[in-house]
Nanobody, 123 residues
Framework: QVQLVESGGGLVQDGGSLRLSCAASGRTFSSYSMGWFRQASGKEREFVAAISRSGDSTDYAASVKGRFTISRDNAKNTVYLQMNSLKPEDTAVYYC????????????????WGQGTQVTVSS
């Protein structure tokens, strides 16, 4: 029902910033809450941030709160993750996901996933 494509990843220095974008195809983008997850090499996928359908409610993992900001533009079918003060421990593949549930943090409750974009933070 929706296809997701992440972009904006890359290599950045410790303390730098990146903005990830997730472009959705289809006509039902506003029907989904959206989330960002990440998976570091050898580790399980973990929750990063989530945003409600209208964008009026957000949730963040404790490890990124105050540094990352999730936002969405339903008119452009796009969700963003602004990442500031990046640390080497933020290095991971970042995935965009869509859920029919309300602003959820559990990966099992997301219905659609992008292919991911690599973020590497050098020390």
């Amino acid at each position: 029902q929706v296809q997701l494509v992440e972009s904006g990843g890359g290599l950045v220095q410790d303390g730098g910033s990146l903005r990830l974008s997730c472009a959705a195809s289809g006509r039902t983008f506003s029907s989904y809450s959206m989330g960002w997850f990440r998976q570091a090499s050898g580790k399980e996928r973990e929750f990063v941030a989530a945003i409600s359908r209208s964008g009026d409610s957000t949730d963040y993992a404790a490890s990124v709160k105050g540094r990352f900001t999730i936002s969405r533009d339903n008119a452009k079918n796009t969700v963003y993750l602004q990442m500031n003060s990046l640390k080497p421990e933020d290095t991971a593949v970042y995935y965009c996901a869509a859920s029919v549930f309300y602003r959820v943090s559990s990966s099992g409750l997301y219905n659609y996933w992008g292919q991911g974009t690599q973020v590497t933070v050098s020390s």
